[in-house]
């Protein structure tokens, strides 16, 4: 791995000249003039009559996805401009442009879906069955069974163009709100005004007055933008309740269900157990309030640091120990994360103006993946950085595929990424040069499960009972933060003394488009991610090769049906994922052996 490490990364080899790339320009003109052919030949299209008519609709299946991974290109190159600069104004009218387009795309798409959906199944069953489109019959059906479920194509494609002012519109609204938010802060170099993706690094600082003082400003800074974050989540669910009535659907989670391809049997009986396993959580997080000197947590503390190892661990320090544990597992994953690291796909670099939260991103035209974050050198910092490496080792192991099947659930992918933390987590407890060092360690692991079995609950059952009360009409800020608190205090099992109760304002997940419920998939990840890291420890060397075919399949299988192909697992029923919280539970069990002495 070369040195230094750049701190930001190189976005000039997608497209040079950022928001006023002439090569982006460019690329922008070509893409809108083929959705405009793309929109022709699907007005000329009709449903086939027999094998042979088939064939016309070729062309059409080409372009589909020719632009659709033009469109991601696109939409991602803007996201990073926006990401690494909120006041960056080019990349805001072009985010606008892009999702425009989009809109025009799947208003194309949705109309083809009608071509799919008056076709015979007796001529549907021969045409999945020639050999140019038998690997996109997955897909081809998904959408064709999902398109016989929704209102007319005309009034989708409707709903599709009103969205880029209304219900995108409020996103992006949202994003606006965020890059005005600004909290002062006073340290050795003085007084400062911080962005949220400064402060939210902040709330887990060591130092327990920094904490309570960061928190409760955040907390005041989200109440100050309250209305208007309340004003977008509400017409943000306004919008999808009215789409669900037009389309029949009465259960809100329709749609996140099937955007991750799993049933609510399967989601059902992973909470169970989740909540099963509470009580050793509950335990950790009591034992944890005494090793703090404290009765009992606040919300800012479950991510306060234990032990002496507060150290910050620098960038390129990480990077290579992240290489090193990834080795141990697979070359393969390791040789990838050395050349997103080699090739500057990754921004860390702490500095205002940056949008809060990290992500990973993929380039399906350049077959490239860019990772964004704040890195101060937190263990929550490498914990992150591994995740998003994560995930662009699932996109690189599909590149070779259809783009059609490169299409993976959020539930999958968060798999991949988890995965790669727990390789991180796990093999440096192991390898801790002393008890100190080794409880820090694991109590950072157990953090994780502290987010995905409680802090993720606590958003599901929010959002949930937000929609549900959204139903009766707008509610408002207070009300929101009445259902927040509520929600976090069931999910942790009433253990802390003081929630956050604007945590629906300050989180960007509750205010994304793609995805509805953009927070159970990360506990369904993480938690077979765990199981499967538990079948990798009783197998060795030879998962490496099941888990990547495993991953290249997620995008033409559900979940139930890619774990019984390269598992032999059940998700229906606990087994699989009461294993999963067996690790779990152990590292908290000798977490609470090893600090008996101390509390």
């Not at 996805?65 to 006041?87: I, K, P, T």
């Not at 959408?143 to 929704?150: Q, T, Y």
Request: glycine fraction near 6%; hydrophobic fraction near 40%.
């Amino acid at each position: 791995m070369k040195q230094p490490l750049s701190l930001t990364w190189e976005l000039e080899t997608i497209f040079p000249g950022g928001s006023s790339s002439p090569e982006f320009a460019d690329f922008l003109a070509t893409l809108e003039a083929d959705i405009k052919t793309l929109g022709q030949h699907v007005k000329e299209a009709v449903s086939p009559t027999d094998l042979l008519s088939t064939k016309g609709l070729d062309i059409v299946i080409e372009l589909l996805q020719s632009c659709s991974g033009r469109l991601v290109q696109a939409s991602e190159f803007v996201g990073c401009l926006g990401a690494q600069n909120q006041q960056d104004k080019g990349a805001i009218r072009l985010s606008g442009k892009v999702t425009g387009m989009r809109a025009g795309y799947e208003g194309i798409g949705s109309q083809f879906d009608n071509v799919l959906r008056q076709t015979s199944d007796e001529v549907w069953a021969a045409w999945m069955l020639r050999p140019e489109i038998a690997p996109l019959a997955f897909v081809l059906s998904e959408s064709r069974d999902l398109a016989r479920e929704k209102m007319s194509p005309e009034l989708e494609s409707l709903a599709l163009e009103l969205a880029v002012d209304g219900y995108h519109g409020w996103s992006e609204h949202y994003e606006t709100i965020v890059s005005s938010i600004k909290i002062p802060f006073e340290d050795q170099d003085g007084s400062k005004l911080l962005s949220a993706g400064q402060a939210f690094n902040k709330l887990d600082d060591p130092d327990p007055k920094v904490r309570e003082v960061i928190f409760h400003k955040w907390e005041e800074a989200w109440s100050g933008a309250a209305d208007y974050c309340a004003d977008a989540l509400n017409h943000l669910g306004g919008f999808r309740l009215k789409l669900y009535k037009g389309r029949g659907w009465e259960d809100v989670l329709k749609e996140p269900l099937n955007i991750n391809r799993m049933s609510h049997d399967t989601l059902n009986v992973m909470w169970d157990v989740i909540t099963n396993s509470k009580p050793a959580l509950v335990a950790y997080l009591e034992r944890k309030a005494k090793l703090l000197g404290l009765e009992s947590l606040a919300w800012n503390d479950v991510d306060a640091p234990i032990g002496k190892s507060t150290a910050k661990i620098p960038y390129e320090a990480a990077a290579k120990d992240i290489v090193t544990q990834f080795r141990k597992f697979s070359p393969k994953l390791a040789e990838f994360a050395e050349h997103a690291f080699d090739n500057n796909w990754i921004e860390v670099e702490d500095r205002s103006g940056k949008r809060p939260g990290g992500f990973c991103v993929s380039f399906p035209e350049s077959k490239e993946s860019r990772i964004f974050m704040t890195y101060s050198g937190t263990p929550s910092n490498v914990s992150t950085l591994a995740h998003e490496l994560g995930h662009a080792y699932h996109s690189y192991l599909l590149d070779d595929l259809p783009l059609f099947n490169q299409n993976y659930a959020m539930n999958v992918a968060e798999t991949a990424s988890t995965f790669a933390e727990v390789i991180v987590s796990d093999a440096q407890v192991k390898a801790a040069g002393n008890d100190e060092e080794k409880l820090a360690l694991l109590e950072a692991k157990i953090q994780n499960s502290v987010a995905f079995f409680m802090n993720i609950h606590a958003r599901f059952l929010f959002e949930t009972r937000f929609y549900e009360k959204r139903k009766e009409g707008l509610v408002n800020a207070e009300e929101l933060s009445a259902l927040m608190e509520e929600a976090q205090k069931e999910a942790f099992c009433g253990v802390l003394s003081e929630y956050h109760p604007h945590f629906w304002a300050s989180k960007l997940h509750f205010y994304i488009t793609d995805v509805p419920f953009y927070n159970f998939p990360y506990t369904v990840g993480y938690m077979f991610s765990t199981g499967l890291y538990r079948l990798a420890l009783q197998e060795g060397a030879t998962f490496a090769d099941k888990y990547d075919n495993l991953l290249r399949d997620t995008g033409v299988m559900t979940l139930e049906d890619l774990v019984a192909k390269h598992l032999d697992v059940d998700l229906k029923k606990p087994d699989f994922w009461q294993g999963a919280t067996e690790l779990i539970v152990a590292d908290i069990t000798e977490f609470l052996e090893m600090t008996k002495h101390l509390a």
